[in-house]
């Protein structure tokens, strides 16, 4: 429950939706692992979970051993992998749940191996850095020498070799390439050792758009998920998305005012004519960023309202003119579509100069979530 006419609304078919228009695209022994990292990307990790493993994704993804706790607490029997690193001291943790972990390092190795030991089941991804400079091993010989380690320990799975492309959103696909290039030295590496080769998956939202061919076991889909493409450069016809959330607030207050009026901290904005001033209770402290202050605007009646003023840290104000007959209590969206209108989270990234992904894990816990089913028809 919650009093603050400030929400969300996580349509769950669209979600439905964008996993299946990947489904279409790729052959049924590739899996759709559902990237649901920082609470699903701001849309609510179980609820998008739920809602991607009904649509054929197979296994979960999340950045941390807490997120797939999260899950496992709310009843998703679904194999998750914890993308990023996990400490040795949690892995048993993990293991306990049936969660898997990557590993990229010697420490990490032998944690695996104690805690398989300890638990009777362990499952691991090994990562390699291929060219994204962030986790994963780098050298050949270290792989094999981890490698080795790992297929050493009875009990334990090696679920995956994987890694991750920095550039695959870009109009230049040569950085993918020479990434792939450098995966596959590492799987043809493992191969020329004598050692099984692990299912491999290389590809985020970006490559799945881009490089269909380099799929392999999985693809681990994030930000299309969500209904966004990573950038222009990977928009195809051949994968439709539907954005799956929609921000709305209600009208909290109305108030004519004459040419010359201040409006918000600072005063950056005086009107120019008479306006009618709508006060919105959402602020910076939901993620309604400040520097969409006298820059972005809000849908009104199915139209454009901009805001004038600084944005505060809850309050935000917007100005229509007045022969709208705007009341307190009218539904407003802040990102959505209403009527014909829409302001999407790639419109408000490029006002804040960042990128989509930013402009959606950015909307706070203080804003409710609620799930609606628009296939289905209302709220579930
Ligand atoms: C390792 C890994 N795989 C896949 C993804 C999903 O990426 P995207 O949201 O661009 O699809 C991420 C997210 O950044 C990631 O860190």
């Not at 898997?100 to 638990?119: C, K």
């Not at 090994?126 to 380690?149: C, H």
Request: proline share 5%; with cysteine; hydrophobic share 40%.
């Amino acid at each position: 429950m919650s009093y603050r006419p400030t929400w969300c609304e996580v349509d769950v078919a669209a979600i439905r939706h964008n996993v299946r228009a990947f489904r279409r695209v790729f052959s049924p022994e590739v899996e759709i692992m559902a990237v649901v990292k920082a609470d699903g990307y701001g849309h609510g990790a179980p609820v998008v979970a739920r809602a991607a493993l009904e649509a054929g994704a197979t296994q979960l993804g999340v950045a941390t051993l807490d997120e797939a706790v999260q899950l496992r607490e709310n009843g998703l029997g679904a194999p998750i992998l914890v993308l990023g690193p996990t400490e040795g001291r949690h892995v048993e943790e993990a293991f306990a749940r049936k969660i898997a972990v990557t590993v990229f390092d010697a420490d990490t190795v032998a944690a695996v191996a104690r805690a398989t030991e300890r638990r009777g089941w362990g499952a691991v991804h090994l990562k390699v850095d291929t060219g994204m400079g962030r986790l994963g091993v780098r050298d050949e010989a270290e792989l094999i020498n981890l490698y080795r380690q790992l297929l050493a320990v009875p009990a334990l799975r090696v679920e995956g070799l994987y890694s991750h492309l920095a550039c695959a959103d870009e109009a230049d696909p040569s950085f993918s390439v020479a990434q792939h290039d450098r995966f596959r030295r590492f799987v043809t590496r493992m191969s020329q050792e004598g050692l099984p080769v692990p299912p491999l998956h290389l590809l985020n939202s970006a490559g799945a758009l881009r490089f269909r061919g380099w799929a392999y076991r999985l693809v681990r889909i994030g930000i299309s998920l969500y209904g966004y493409y990573p950038s222009v450069h990977v928009k195809t016809g051949e994968v439709p998305l539907r954005p799956a959330l929609t921000w709305k607030t209600r009208v909290a207050h109305v108030k004519d005012v004459p040419p010359g009026t201040p409006i918000s901290y600072g005063a950056t904005y005086r009107t120019t004519e008479d306006l009618r001033i709508l006060t919105l209770p959402v602020g910076y402290a939901d993620g309604f960023s400040r520097l969409r202050s006298n820059r972005g605007h809000v849908l009104v009646r199915g139209r454009r309202a901009p805001i004038v003023g600084r944005v505060c840290m809850d309050q935000t104000m917007v100005a229509v003119p007045r022969h709208w007959d705007v009341q307190v209590g009218e539904e407003v969206v802040l990102l959505g579509t209403q009527g014909a209108e829409r302001i999407d989270a790639d419109e408000i990234a490029r006002e804040m100069n960042t990128i989509s992904y930013e402009v959606l894990t950015l909307i706070g816990k203080r804003v409710p979530r609620v799930s609606v089913d628009v296939e289905g028809g209302g709220e579930v």
